[in-house]
Nanobody, 119 residues
Framework: QVQLVESGGGSVQAGGSLRLSCAAS????????MGWFRQAPGKEREFVGA????????NYADSVKGRFTISRDNAKNTVYLQMNSLTAEDTAVYYC????????????WGQGTQVTVSS
């Protein structure tokens, strides 16, 4: 089992920045990849980006490319989502999730953290 706890959400004006953290505990050695997702009111949850736990390689949704950056600190078992140039469209509850293999589903989820961007 892997437990995930997000932090760092809040309110910010358009054009501003926020950094979210996701601290993992439990069987972190089993993690293959950690992803960030978000869900805006009335919308489906969508993929934001992900980072390979071992290699550090990343991939992002087109909507956030060039603005968001995912990084990790293996020693702290923590993944970060740096969000810059935020717009009102980025307002959502942000979740981190983990999976144990490239073809596995994201089985472990955090509780979510609210990000609100005011224009």
């Amino acid at each position: 089992q892997v437990q995930l706890v997000e932090s760092g959400g809040g309110s910010v004006q358009a054009g501003g920045s926020l950094r979210l953290s996701c601290a993992a505990s439990g069987r972190t050695s089993s993690m293959y990849e950690m992803g960030w997702f978000r869900q805006a009111p009335g919308k489906e949850r969508e993929f934001v980006g992900a980072i390979n736990w071992k290699s550090g390689s990343t991939n992002y949704a087109d909507s956030v490319k060039g603005r968001f950056t995912i990084s990790r600190d293996n020693a702290k078992n923590t993944v970060y989502l740096q969000m810059n140039s935020l717009t009102a469209e980025d307002t959502a509850v942000y979740y981190c999730a983990a999976r144990t293999g490239p073809f596995s589903r994201y089985a472990y989820w955090g509780q979510g953290t609210q990000v609100t961007v005011s224009s």
